[in-house]
C-alpha cells in the first residue's frame, strides 16, 4: 500500500526542486514495503502493523517479519511444523499470533519462549497430539490461549495440561468444552480440564541376567537366562528386541501410558 505524500514547495532552482520530490516519493514506496514476507499483505491500521498471511498454502513458518509487527495471521495454510528459531527475529512487539488451522502435530517447548509480549495464541483446529509441559512458561505477557479442537491423546505425558487448565487463573483458555482425548478410546470425547486427578507413575525396567554377563564368558551352546522386571502405572508394555549378530540384549520399553482414575 502506497500513500501519497504532497511535495512540500521550496523555493529552489527547478532541478533541485524536482530532485527533492523524486526523494521522497522514493523514501514513501520503499519505507512503507519494507520488511515484509513473500506472499503476505503488511499493512498499519489504527496504529498496529499487521502481517496478513492466511489462506496461501504456506508450508513453512516465512521469514523477514517486521519487528515492529503487532499481528502475525498464518491461519489456514500447510504448516506442519515450526522449527527452533522460527521466532527469533525480534519480534518484540507482536501480541496476537494466529496458527489455528494448519497442519502442525508437534510443537517444540521453546518455539514461541522469545515472544515476551505475546497476549493472545491461537493453536486451535491443528493436529497436536500431545503438547510439552513448560511450553507455554515462557510467554509471560499471554493472557489469551486457543488449543481446542486438537486430536489429543490423553497419555500420562500430557498430565499437566489437565492440572493447568483446572488450576491456571490469570489466563483466558479458550473453547475448554472442547479440548477433549481423541484417544486412547475409553477416553475419547472427555474434556481433559475435567479428567480426574491420574496416578501415573513413571516405568522403572531392570534387566538381569544368568550368570552375570559383566564378569563370564559365553560359548555357543552355553545358557543364559534373560529376566525384565518393571512396573509403573498404567502397566507398561515391554516388548524383547534381541540382536543375534551383535549378541546384544535391547529392553525396549513402549510404554503407552493412559491416565487412571
Keep these: 500500500m502506497f500513500h501519497a505524500r504532497p511535495c512540500v514547495e521550496v523555493f529552489l532552482q527547478r532541478g533541485t526542486f524536482d530532485t527533492l520530490c523524486f526523494t521522497l516519493w522514493i523514501a514513501t514506496v520503499f519505507t512503507t514495503g519494507l520488511g515484509c514476507p513473500e506472499l503476505c499483505t503488511c499493512s498499519d491500521k489504527y496504529g498496529r502493523h499487521f502481517a496478513e498471511c492466511s489462506y496461501k498454502d504456506i508450508a513453512e513458518v516465512p521469514d523477514g517479519f517486521p519487528s515492529n509487527v503487532t499481528t502475525v495471521s498464518l491461519s489456514a495454510n500447510k504448516i506442519s511444523l515450526i522449527p527452533l528459531g522460527s521466532f527469533d527475529n525480534n519480534l518484540t512487539a507482536l501480541h496476537l499470533l494466529k496458527m489455528n488451522n494448519n497442519e502442525m ?23 497436536f497430539i500431545t503438547i510439552a509441559e513448560g511450553t507455554f512458561d515462557g510467554l509471560v505477557s499471554l493472557s489469551h490461549l486457543q488449543i481446542y479442537s486438537n486430536p489429543f491423546a490423553c497419555t500420562c505425558s500430557l498430565n499437566w495440561l489437565r ?21 486412547p478410546e475409553k477416553l475419547k470425547g472427555e474434556v481433559i480440564g475435567k479428567l480426574p486427578e491420574s496416578r501415573c507413575t513413571s516405568p522403572n525396567v531392570t534387566i538381569r541376567t544368568e550368570p552375570n554377563i559383566h564378569n563370564t564368558t559365553l ?34 520399553r513402549l510404554c503407552t501410558q493412559q491416565p487412571s482414575a
Design 105 to 127: 502435530a508437534h510443537l517444540p517447548r521453546n518455539a514461541f519462549s522469545n515472544l515476551k509480549e505475546l497476549r493472545s495464541l491461537r493453536l486451535n483446529s491443528n493436529k
Design 219 to 252: 560359548y555357543e551352546a552355553n545358557t543364559l537366562i534373560l529376566t525384565c522386571d518393571f512396573k509403573g502405572n498404567p502397566k507398561p508394555l515391554v516388548m524383547w528386541n534381541i540382536l543375534m549378530c551383535a549378541l546384544f540384549l535391547i529392553c525396549d
Design 163 to 183: 492440572a493447568w487448565i483446572s488450576l491456571f487463573n490469570t489466563m483466558s483458555v479458550a473453547e475448554q468444552d472442547l479440548i477433549i482425548c481423541a484417544s
